[in-house]
């Protein structure tokens, strides 16, 4: 995938000066490679239990980078064939994650909108939760996307990509996502396309109509520009029922979010699982999490857990509410679905590779030899921990997923237990002092 404008992990700014003094400090240091030779690896994170659902891999592995890239995955790499080796065992290494369903038009400058004041700034909270690829949903329409993609997109180390809302101004305001007259899927769709790099997917949300408008031209935005569409059903009425969302509405590879509302009909007055469910999965429709801040109760995730239907994607709904809320970050929610009864591998799967595959960005999700060096690196916490759901229910768990390592694109970006530094007795005398910059004048005796 070609890269989206600015939105490059290496890059340093104005913080490029003050780094180098250190790196210079730190070369002689973490070097294991004898002078002359050619390193194999610019990296090696050793001793990790690798979990990498595409590759079927869920054991004790090493795994060396080179140029931002994945270079090998083996039982055991030599650490002398690498630069620098960050020990990581007793964690586990997974891809970095894709998040499917944020709102980061940090940029808007509207008070209490997605496009506006509640949208995140992606750098703010990516990394530190393991997260290396986000994923707007809708905050943009056709109208002021590429103010959008100027601002964030362009500007972000987080990788981030985006679907264009089927309303012109995105969610700008609920007003905004009601006006049928500028629901235009030929200029949405030739948006998408002048920006097919970034642009995965047309968005419809929030629609308070009892007619299927909103729905019916996000499908045909995303059948011109050839790409999936996600719906945020917003309001469930009598008129257009959430079951004909998904098994006549929708085609195949296209994503119904928030899938544990409330009003979503999952099991019967015997506890048992809808038929309609699994008809729309076979169908191919995608059914993704897209907590937010009120769009998750756990009355209708932990039976549908419960009984095999996972979602196929794992998402947060991010926004200033809902990351301050019960939701709080992908960690939370993966452990959340995991106290319902998800498996570790299987909450991996969803939060990688599964959602790389629904915006078909197959370079994604997978630490695959050739494949963009986005790793995490995570502690599986054991003790007693309650979770809520967005409505003040809660469930009890014994694990804790705490990311304490992540890299984008093979360069550290977040390090909670400082795996990679240096105890600074071994630092010398003068680092921190920046050469023919800084001088130390001490004091006359």
């Given at each position: 995938m070609r890269s989206a404008g600015r939105n490059t992990p290496g890059k340093t700014g104005t913080c490029g000066g003050r780094g180098a003094y250190f790196i210079a400090a730190l070369a002689g240091l973490l070097a294991a490679v004898p002078a002359g030779a050619q390193a194999r690896f610019d990296l090696l994170l050793k001793g990790g239990h690798v979990i990498d659902p595409k590759n079927g891999i869920d054991r004790v592995l090493d795994l060396g980078i080179k140029d931002?890239?994945?270079?090998?995955?083996?039982?055991?790499?030599?650490?002398?064939?690498?630069?620098?080796?960050?020990?990581?065992?007793?964690?586990?290494?997974?891809?970095?994650?894709?998040?499917?369903?944020?709102?980061?038009?940090?940029?808007?400058?509207?008070?209490?909108?997605?496009?506006?004041?509640?949208?995140?700034?992606?750098?703010?909270?990516?990394?530190?939760?393991?997260?290396?690829?986000?994923?707007?949903?809708?905050?943009?329409?056709?109208?002021?996307?590429?103010?959008?993609?100027?601002?964030?997109?362009?500007?972000?180390?987080?990788?981030?990509?985006?679907?264009?809302?089927?309303?012109?101004?995105?969610?700008?305001t609920d007003l905004v996502e009601q006006d049928t007259h500028d629901m235009l899927p030929d200029r949405i769709a030739a948006l998408a396309k002048k920006h097919h790099d970034v642009v995965v997917g047309v968005k419809s949300a929030h629609y308070q109509k009892p007619d299927w408008t909103s729905v019916d031209r996000a499908l045909e935005a995303g059948r011109l520009a050839g790409i999936p569409i996600m719906v945020d059903f917003g309001y469930f009425l009598p008129e257009r029922p959430y079951w004909k969302l998904v098994t006549e509405r929708l085609r195949p590879g296209d994503i119904s979010t928030h899938m544990f509302r409330g009003p979503v009909p999952w099991v019967d007055e015997n506890g048992k699982l809808y038929g309609y469910l699994q008809e729309a999965r076979r169908r191919g429709v995608k059914f993704d999490v897209g907590h937010g801040g009120g769009s998750f109760v756990m009355r209708n995730a932990a039976p549908t857990i419960q009984q095999g239907f996972y979602p196929d994607s794992i998402s947060t709904d991010l926004h200033t509410g809902s990351m301050n809320g019960a939701m709080m970050d992908m960690p939370t929610l993966m452990s959340k679905l995991m106290a319902a009864g998800?498996?570790?591998?299987?909450?991996?799967?969803?939060?990688?590779?599964?959602?790389?595959?629904?915006?078909?960005?197959?370079?994604?999700?997978?630490?695959?030899?050739?494949?963009?060096?986005?790793?995490?690196?995570?502690?599986?916490?054991?003790?007693?921990?309650?979770?809520?759901?967005?409505?003040?229910?809660?469930?009890?768990?014994?694990?804790?997923?705490?990311?304490?390592?992540?890299?984008?694109a093979g360069r550290v970006v977040w390090d909670w237990n400082s795996r990679s530094g240096v105890d600074y007795h071994k630092l010398g005398p003068t680092y921190g002092v920046r050469t023919r910059v800084d001088h130390i004048v001490r004091p006359p005796r």
């Open positions: 931002g890239r994945i270079a090998a995955i083996e039982a055991s790499l030599d650490a002398a064939s690498a630069t620098r080796t960050l020990d990581v065992s007793g964690l586990y290494v997974t891809p970095g994650l894709v998040d499917l369903h944020v709102h980061v038009f940090s940029t808007a400058l509207v008070p209490d909108a997605w496009a506006g004041d509640n949208s995140v700034r992606p750098d703010e909270l990516s990394f530190r939760t393991g997260v290396t690829t986000m994923v707007d949903a809708g905050s943009s329409g056709y109208r002021n996307f590429e103010q959008f993609r100027a601002t964030v997109i362009g500007r972000s180390r987080t990788r981030v990509l985006a679907m264009i809302n089927v309303a012109g101004y995105g969610m700008m998800m498996p570790l591998k299987e909450a991996v799967l969803r939060s990688t590779w599964n959602p790389a595959q629904m915006i078909r960005r197959s370079e994604l999700g997978h630490l695959s030899a050739g494949a963009v060096a986005d790793v995490a690196a995570w502690s599986l916490q054991k003790g007693a921990f309650w979770f809520r759901d967005g409505e003040g229910g809660r469930i009890s768990g014994r694990e804790r997923l705490l990311c304490e390592l992540t890299l984008r």
